[in-house]
Every structure is written in structure tokens, then in C-alpha cells.
């Protein structure tokens, strides 16, 4: 079993900055992708950014030039740095690992439980 445990949301005017973490623990062989997405009310979940194991990373363009993501492979974490948020950029936002485990032969999709963000205007 592998376990995702993010920290870091919360409430911050617009314009201010937020950076979540995620850490990974459990039985992990090994980690593919790393990412978040974020889940406001009423819509999708959709993908904020993600980054592979080799540090190509992939931004939507909504949060391009405003969010960084980063990983530390030796310690199976992702983060993401948010700055100039904007009102629009409020929801849950959920650790995302393509990872297999140790004895798998495949890789799984594996979730955290969701952290808020809330952006004043």
C-alpha cells in the first residue's frame, strides 16, 4: 500500500502565494509521474501540473507562469509553489503518484485526501 499525505493549503488574499507538499510513504518500488489536481465546487477535477521522474513538467495553462511544481525523488515528495493567486484558482487540491509497488508488476494511480485552498478577493 503506498500512502499520499499532503500539507500546506489554506486561506490567502489574491494576489498572495501558497506552496502545498506531498509525501509519498508505504511499499513503493517506484514513482512515475507526480502531480496535483484540484477539484473546485461544482466542476471537474482537472490537472494543475505534473512532473515525471525525470523532471519534465507539465503545467495547465490557467497556472502557467504562476505555479511551480518540483519533486525530491530520494524522498518521494512533490510540491507545489503557487504565487499570485487569484480567486479562480480556489479548490481542493489533491496529490496525484503513478506508482508501483513493491512487488507489482504495474503501476496504480494513488491519491491524497484533498487540501483547501481558498483565494479572497
Known amino acids: 500500500q503506498v500512502q499520499l499525505v499532503e500539507s500546506g493549503g489554506g486561506l490567502v488574499q489574491a494576489g498572495g502565494s501558497l506552496r502545498l507538499s506531498c509525501a509519498a510513504s508505504g511499499s513503493i518500488f517506484s514513482i512515475n509521474t507526480m502531480g496535483w489536481y484540484r477539484q473546485a465546487p461544482g466542476k471537474q477535477r482537472e490537472l494543475v501540473a505534473t512532473?515525471?521522474?525525470?523532471?519534465?513538467?507539465n503545467y495547465a495553462d490557467s497556472v502557467k507562469g504562476r505555479f511551480t511544481i518540483s519533486r525530491d525523488n530520494a524522498e518521494n515528495t512533490v510540491s507545489l509553489q503557487m504565487n499570485n493567486l487569484k480567486p479562480e484558482d480556489t479548490a481542493v487540491y489533491y496529490c496525484?503518484?503513478?506508482?508501483?509497488?513493491?512487488?507489482?508488476?504495474?503501476?496504480?494511480?494513488?491519491w491524497g485526501q484533498g487540501t483547501q485552498v481558498t483565494v479572497s478577493s
Open positions: 512532473i515525471t521522474s525525470r523532471g519534465i513538467r
Open positions: 496525484n503518484t503513478l506508482t508501483r509497488g513493491l512487488g507489482d508488476y504495474y503501476v496504480r494511480d494513488y
